[in-house]
């Protein structure tokens, strides 16, 4: 059974920082592309960081949506199944419950219709 389980988010001031970890189960992480993806209040959920398999099937490479890009981080370590997004710079926009998934390979930064599994989210507040 495949599963996916995400912590860390919680209230942080602008400017601050968070750590997520995304912790899977059930499968071999490597074999998968990786998303993170958010949903802000009242808006449709988008695709900010997808990181390729590194399986040999893909380069392994990560890319990061421009609204992210500098600021947020994501890495996979494969020996643990687990991902993380270290955010830095958080800014009031960045408000939004954030969601790990995984699929078969990255469009670019990855859309939400990319993945087939998903965890079941956690929120991140940005505010003063």
């Known amino acids: 059974q495949v599963q996916l389980v995400e912590s860390g988010g919680g209230l942080v001031q602008p400017g601050g920082s968070l750590r997520l970890s995304c912790v899977g189960s059930g499968f071999t992480l490597d074999h998968y592309a990786i998303g993170w993806i958010r949903q802000a209040p009242g808006k449709r959920r988008e695709g900010v960081i997808c990181?390729?398999?590194?399986?040999?099937?893909?380069?392994?490479?990560?890319k990061y949506a421009d609204s992210v890009k500098g600021r947020f981080t994501s890495s996979r370590d494969n020996a643990k199944n687990t991902v993380y997004l270290q955010m830095n710079s958080l800014k009031p926009e960045d408000t939004a419950v954030y969601y790990c998934a995984i699929g078969g390979y990255c469009r670019g930064y990855g859309s939400p219709e990319d993945y087939e599994y998903w965890g079941q989210g956690t929120s991140v507040t940005v505010s003063s």
């Open positions: 990181i390729s398999t590194s399986d040999g099937t893909s380069d392994g490479s990560t």
